[in-house]
C-alpha cells in the first residue's frame, strides 16, 4: 500500500533554532495535511494543502507542497518549548477522505 | 462548543475480555472515523462510518472488531477478546462532510494485561 514517509524521524533543538520536516510519497499525493500532536495528546489540524508548489504561513510556520505533488515540507523559524509534539503530514484519500498518515517527526525543544 | 468527546479516556481490560470505546462527534458532524495508534507510531486508519452505514471498514481487523454509529447515541468501536496486541490509544475523528477536515478527540489509551 501507499507508504508516507517523513524525515527526520526525530529531532532536538536549543530554543530559536529552526526546524523543517519533510514528507515524502512515491505516488501524487491528491493534498497533504499536517497536524500537531503534543505527548499524550490528540492530533490537532494544522493546514491543508492541495496545489502544486503552494506555501501557506501561520505566524512561525511554513508549509509547502512540492511542484510534483510528491512531498512537502513544514519550518519553524526560531522554535519554542510550546512546539514540542510530533509532527505528522496526511494524505485525505478517496471518497471519504480517510487520512493515511506519514510516519512523524518528534521535536524536541530545549532551553 | 463541545468538540468530538471520547470515553472512556483510559480503559484497563485483562486479555479475553471485551473493550467497548465511545465517541460523540462534533455538533453538525455526521461522518465519523476511528484510528488506531500504537506506541510511538503513526495513526492508521480503521473504519469510516455515517449514520447506521459503515462506509470503509477497508482498516479494520477481520476479527474481533466492529463498529456501529446508530441514529441515536455515539459511535461505539467494540473490541472482543481482546489481546495484549490491541494495547493502543484509539482516537476518533468527525467531520461535516466527506471531504471536510476531521476533528480529533482526545482518545481512549486501552491498555490490556
Known amino acids: 500500500g501507499q507508504q508516507v514517509m517523513q524525515i527526520p524521524q526525530y529531532q532536538h533543538v536549543q530554543e530559536g533554532e529552526d526546524f523543517t520536516t519533510y514528507c515524502n510519497s512515491s505516488?501524487?499525493?491528491?493534498?497533504i495535511q499536517w497536524y500537531k500532536q503534543r505527548p499524550g495528546g490528540h492530533p490537532v489540524f494544522l493546514i491543508q494543502?492541495?496545489?502544486?508548489?503552494e506555501v501557506k504561513k501561520q505566524k512561525r510556520l511554513t508549509f509547502q507542497f512540492g511542484e510534483a505533488k510528491k512531498n512537502s515540507s513544514l519550518h519553524i523559524t526560531a522554535t519554542q518549548t510550546t512546539d514540542v509534539g510530533t509532527y505528522f503530514c496526511?494524505?485525505?484519500?478517496?471518497?471519504?477522505?480517510?487520512?493515511?498518515f506519514g510516519t512523524g517527526t518528534r521535536l524536541q525543544v530545549t532551553l | 462548543n463541545a468538540g468530538v468527546m471520547q470515553n472512556p479516556r483510559h480503559l484497563v481490560r485483562r486479555r479475553g475480555q471485551e473493550a467497548r470505546l465511545r465517541c460523540s462527534p462534533m455538533?453538525?458532524?455526521?461522518?465519523v472515523y476511528w484510528y488506531r495508534q500504537l506506541p510511538e507510531e503513526g495513526l492508521k486508519f480503521m473504519v469510516y462510518?455515517?449514520?447506521?452505514?459503515?462506509?470503509?471498514e477497508s482498516g479494520m481487523p477481520k476479527e474481533r472488531f466492529s463498529a456501529e454509529f446508530p441514529k441515536e447515541g455515539p459511535s461505539i468501536l467494540r473490541i472482543q477478546q481482546v489481546v495484549r496486541g490491541d494495547s493502543a490509544a484509539y482516537f476518533c475523528?468527525?467531520?461535516?462532510?466527506?471531504?471536510?477536515?476531521?476533528?480529533f478527540g482526545a482518545g481512549t489509551r486501552l491498555s490490556v494485561l
Open positions: 475523528a468527525s467531520s461535516q462532510g466527506a471531504k471536510n477536515i476531521q476533528y
Open positions: 505516488t501524487t499525493l491528491s493534498n
Open positions: 494543502l492541495v496545489k502544486s508548489g
Open positions: 496526511a494524505e485525505g484519500t478517496g471518497t471519504a477522505s480517510k487520512l493515511t
Open positions: 455538533k453538525g458532524h455526521s461522518h
Open positions: 462510518l455515517q449514520k447506521e452505514n459503515i462506509i470503509d
